[in-house]
T-cell receptor, first 113, second 109 residues
C-alpha cells in the first residue's frame, strides 16, 4: 500500500514548456485533488475530482488542466509554464464524504525559469 | 466551506500542552472541523476531526464549542517534533478543502 505517489519530486522547466505532474493512489479513493503551495503560504486548491470522468475547478485553476480517466490516477498538466507557476504541488486523495481524512503525496517542487 | 481564522504563530515549551485556537464563525451544520499539520514542507498530515462532540485520538484532542463557532486543538505533551504549521479547516468533504495560512507552532526546549 503506497498511499499517494507523486512524480517527479523535482522539475525545472523553461517558460513556455508544458509538462504533466503525475499523481497515483492505491486506496480506491473517489476523491482526488491538486494544490499548490507558494513559499510561506498555505495550500490553494487548483482542481479536484469526485470520480473517474468528473473534474472541477478549485481556487486557482488558470494555466492547469486535469483529467480523470481512472480511479487511481489524476495527472495535472501545465499547458505553457510561467514563472508564476513556480511552487510546490501536492496531490491528495480521500473517500467522498464529510468524515474522512485526506492523504497527501510528498509533493513536486517545480521551478519555472 | 466556511472560512477559518488562526493566529499566525505560537510558541510552546517542550512537555507542556499546546493549545491551538481556530475560529470558524460561519460554519454550517454539516461541516466538519479538521486539523492537519505540515512539517518541513512535507505533505500535510491528518491529525483529527470532529463535527459537534469533542474528540481525542493518540495524537491530539479537539475541543469544539457548543455553538461550533470555534475550536481548539490540544497537543497534551508537546515535543520538538511537533514543531510544524497547523491548519484548521471546515468542510463537508475531506478532499475539497481550502487551507489558510495556518498557525506555525514552535516547540522550544
Amino acid at each position: 500500500n503506497a498511499g499517494v505517489t507523486q512524480t517527479p519530486k523535482f522539475q525545472v522547466l523553461k517558460t513556455g514548456q508544458s509538462m504533466t505532474l503525475q499523481c497515483a493512489q492505491d486506496m480506491n479513493h473517489e476523491y482526488m485533488s491538486w494544490y499548490r503551495q507558494d513559499p510561506g503560504m498555505g495550500l490553494r486548491l487548483i482542481h479536484y475530482s469526485v470520480g473517474a470522468g468528473i473534474t472541477d475547478q478549485g481556487e486557482v485553476p488558470n494555466g492547469y488542466n486535469v483529467s480523470r480517466s481512472t480511479t487511481e490516477d489524476f495527472p495535472l498538466r501545465l499547458l505553457s509554464a510561467a514563472p508564476s507557476q513556480t511552487s510546490v504541488y501536492f496531490c491528495a486523495s480521500s473517500y467522498v464524504g464529510g468524515s474522512t481524512e485526506a492523504f497527501f503525496g510528498q509533493g513536486t517542487r517545480l521551478t519555472v525559469v | 466551506d466556511a472560512k477559518t481564522t488562526q493566529p499566525p504563530s505560537m510558541d510552546c515549551a517542550e512537555g507542556r500542552a499546546a493549545n491551538l485556537p481556530c475560529n470558524h464563525s460561519t460554519i454550517s451544520g454539516n461541516e466538519y472541523v479538521y486539523w492537519y499539520r505540515q512539517i518541513h514542507s512535507q505533505g500535510p498530515q491528518y491529525i483529527i476531526h470532529g463535527l459537534k462532540n469533542n474528540e481525542t485520538n493518540e495524537m491530539a484532542s479537539l475541543i469544539i464549542t457548543e455553538d461550533r463557532k470555534s475550536s481548539t486543538l490540544i497537543l497534551p505533551h508537546a515535543t520538538l517534533r511537533d514543531t510544524a504549521v497547523y491548519y484548521c479547516i471546515a468542510l463537508t468533504n475531506a478532499g475539497k478543502s481550502t487551507f489558510g495560512d495556518g498557525t506555525t507552532l514552535t516547540v522550544k526546549p
